[in-house]
């Protein structure tokens, strides 16, 4: 059975690193300030990580499986009729903006990033969420570009894989699961009780109906 995103016990039982041999953090390439979102740019998420990539005993990995599957610039992929595991299985499809079917890019981008993560024994992943390939806890409901854009709960398709493959995995947005991996990292940090995860927000109960 694969990993779930918030797995406590994965992300507890992650090891302690050292300088000498760091804990190996596959990070999404926007978030690494690569231009490589849909418009050629990091979409100012760059740097949103530093905290946790600038620890010495953490060693950063980046990737962007878009960019690898459909190139940079590019149109905005998005699943329609499920999530990464529905895309996998053929039972959705990612459509971009003007309903051209991109679903064999986003997967090859998937796989791609899935054997980078392996080969380079990544230990945790930290993503976007809502993206197509690296959403973890929600993706878009068809296309984003619509005037009331709709989201669903579910995983991106790269996502789906980094976790068959048995690698945690978790937002960008997730402060609380991050802030405390970053203390096991280096107990003088201070306890912070009012961090919260993406799925723990206002936005996140309210829409979805409870955590």
């Given at each position: 059975?694969?990993?779930?995103?918030?797995?406590?016990?994965?992300?507890?039982?992650?090891?302690?690193?050292?300088?000498?041999?760091?804990?190996?953090?596959?990070?999404?390439?926007?978030?690494?300030?690569?231009?490589?979102?849909?418009?050629?740019?990091?979409?100012?998420?760059?740097?949103?990580?530093?905290?946790?990539?600038?620890?010495?005993?953490?060693?950063?990995?980046?990737?962007?499986?878009?960019?690898?599957?459909?190139?940079?610039?590019?149109?905005?992929?998005?699943?329609?009729?499920g999530d990464g595991y529905d895309v996998l299985s053929?039972?959705?499809?990612?459509?971009?903006?003007?309903?051209?079917?991109?679903?064999?890019?986003?997967?090859?981008?998937?796989?791609?990033?899935?054997?980078?993560?392996?080969?380079?024994?990544?230990?945790?992943?930290?993503?976007?969420?809502?993206?197509?390939?690296?959403?973890?806890?929600?993706?878009?409901?068809?296309?984003?570009?619509?005037?009331?854009?709709?989201?669903?709960?579910?995983?991106?398709?790269?996502?789906?894989?980094?976790?068959?493959?048995?690698?945690?995995?978790?937002?960008?947005?997730?402060?609380?699961?991050?802030?405390?991996?970053?203390?096991?990292?280096?107990?003088?940090?201070?306890?912070?009780?009012?961090?919260r995860d993406h799925h723990q927000t206002q936005w996140?109960?309210?829409?979805?109906?409870?955590?």
């Amino acid at each position: 059975m694969p990993l779930l995103p918030h797995d406590e016990g994965a992300l507890t039982s992650l090891r302690v690193p050292t300088v000498d041999d760091p804990l190996r953090v596959l990070v999404s390439g926007c978030l690494m300030g690569w231009p490589v979102t849909t418009d050629g740019t990091d979409a100012g998420l760059g740097g949103s990580l530093h905290a946790i990539t600038s620890m010495p005993n953490v060693k950063t990995i980046g990737f962007c499986p878009e960019d690898i599957g459909m190139g940079t610039p590019r149109t905005m992929p998005d699943i329609h009729g499920g999530d990464g595991y529905d895309v996998l299985s053929g039972n959705a499809r990612v459509l971009d903006e003007h309903g051209v079917d991109h679903t064999e890019a986003i997967v090859h981008g998937a796989r791609a990033m899935a054997e980078y993560a392996v080969s380079n024994r990544v230990e945790l992943a930290i993503l976007t969420d809502m993206s197509a390939s690296c959403g973890s806890q929600v993706v878009s409901d068809g296309c984003r570009l619509i005037e009331n854009r709709r989201y669903r709960r579910g995983v991106g398709v790269a996502t789906a894989l980094l976790l068959d493959a048995g690698i945690p995995v978790l937002s960008a947005r997730d402060y609380r699961s991050l802030y405390s991996i970053m203390r096991r990292l280096n107990p003088e940090l201070p306890v912070r009780e009012d961090l919260r995860d993406h799925h723990q927000t206002q936005w996140f109960v309210e829409y979805f109906g409870d955590t």
